[in-house]
């Protein structure tokens, strides 16, 4: 796979407690993206939110309108963003934010042409805000921007599960691993993987996604430079792409 986006969640970086950026996880999530840029790997990024503040579970009980609360949590991928991008650039990773919001102090505003430039030159793009709409997630943003820069895989970094599951294996000890599975189980079946609206749009141009699990150091290089890692959702009659993307 020569160019990738990588969706993390906030969770990733939290502290055990759940809330804020833990430095630990923060450096650990640096060295998986700076393994894959040596990997050879144009890689863009996109984070979301939720240990900052996670509109949906909050907006009810402090009275705010949704999409109100949407923003706020758009903001706190901002923050993310900005984390990751000085742990890399504290690694010498070449490291670009772009925001879906225009915030120009701290961030430049999203522009698909210059976002695959920064890439054609090695740089590591983080996209922050989402889509810049309210009622979109970041699995959303993700899938949207993976087909903006033309990118061969989506990533979907999970917390402590190593692909997908037919339930949560956290929870259910009998959970069985789905090594591969197409758009239309991911749609049909309910698994826990991305939001419907992020899988429909890549389901739309067959884009292949892999899950797997971030927390488990060098998953990142393993699947950039080949290897079979975690889950992969493809389209039973792409068997060139399906093999690509395994094969590298």
């Known amino acids: 796979m020569r160019r990738v986006v990588l969706k993390i969640s906030g969770e990733s970086l939290a502290p055990p407690e759940g809330y804020g950026i833990d430095p630990g996880s923060l450096d650990s999530t640096a060295v998986q993206i700076m393994e894959g840029v040596e990997a050879g790997a144009e890689l863009a990024v996109v984070v979301g939110g939720g240990n900052i503040f996670r509109g949906s579970q909050v907006a009810s009980s402090l009275g705010i309108e949704d999409a109100t609360a949407d923003y706020m949590a758009m903001l706190g991928t901002v923050i993310n963003a900005?984390?990751?991008q000085a742990a890399l650039e504290g690694r010498n990773v070449d490291t670009r934010v772009q925001s879906a919001i225009q915030i120009q102090e701290v961030a430049e505003t999203y522009i698909r042409r210059r976002a695959i430039r920064h890439l054609e030159k090695g740089r590591v793009v983080i996209f922050?805000?989402?889509?810049g709409n309210p009622f979109f997630t970041t699995d959303t943003g993700a899938a949207l921007r993976a087909l903006e820069?033309?990118?061969?895989?989506?990533?979907?970094?999970k917390n402590r599960v190593d692909g997908v599951y037919d339930r949560d294996p956290r929870i259910h000890d009998d959970a069985t691993h789905i090594?591969?599975?197409?758009?239309?189980d991911l749609l049909s079946k309910n698994l826990a993987v991305m939001d419907h609206t992020a899988a429909t749009l890549l389901s739309g141009e067959r884009l292949p996604i892999?899950?797997?699990?971030?927390?488990?150091?060098?998953?990142?290089?393993?699947?950039l430079e080949g290897e079979q890692v975690g889950s992969l959702v493809w389209s039973p009659g792409d068997t060139k792409d399906a093999k690509d993307v395994s094969d590298g």
């Open 82 to 84: 900005l984390a990751l």
């Open 128 to 131: 922050a805000s989402g889509t």
């Open 149 to 157: 820069i033309g990118a061969d895989a989506m990533l979907m970094a």
């Open 179 to 184: 090594a591969r599975l197409s758009y239309m």
């Open 210 to 223: 892999v899950v797997f699990d971030i927390l488990k150091q060098g998953n990142l290089r393993r699947i």
